[in-house]
C-alpha cells in the first residue's frame, strides 16, 4: 500500500483577501438603513408618527416592542 506524503511547507498557505473599504461600505450604510427602520417600526410606529394607519404594525411589532424595552400601553 502506498502512502502519499504532503509536504505543506511545498504548498502555499491559503491567505484570505481583505474587502476594500470601497466596497463594503454600501453594504454597511443599506444595512445601517435597514436597521433604522426596523427600529422605527419597532419602536416608534404609533400615534401621531405613524405612517400605516391603523394598529397592524404596532400588534405585528407587540412582543419585539416589550422585549427591547419600548413602551407601548
Known sequence: MTEAVFDRAAQPAAQ?????????LPWVV?????LLLALYFVGAE?????LVPGMYV????????????????
Open 16 to 24: 484570505p483577501t481583505p474587502i476594500p473599504l470601497r466596497e463594503l
Open 30 to 34: 443599506f444595512g445601517g438603513l435597514l
Open 46 to 50: 404609533q400615534g401621531a408618527t405613524s
Open 58 to 73: 404596532h400588534e405585528f411589532v407587540h412582543d419585539g416592542r416589550h422585549l427591547l424595552g419600548f413602551p407601548c400601553h
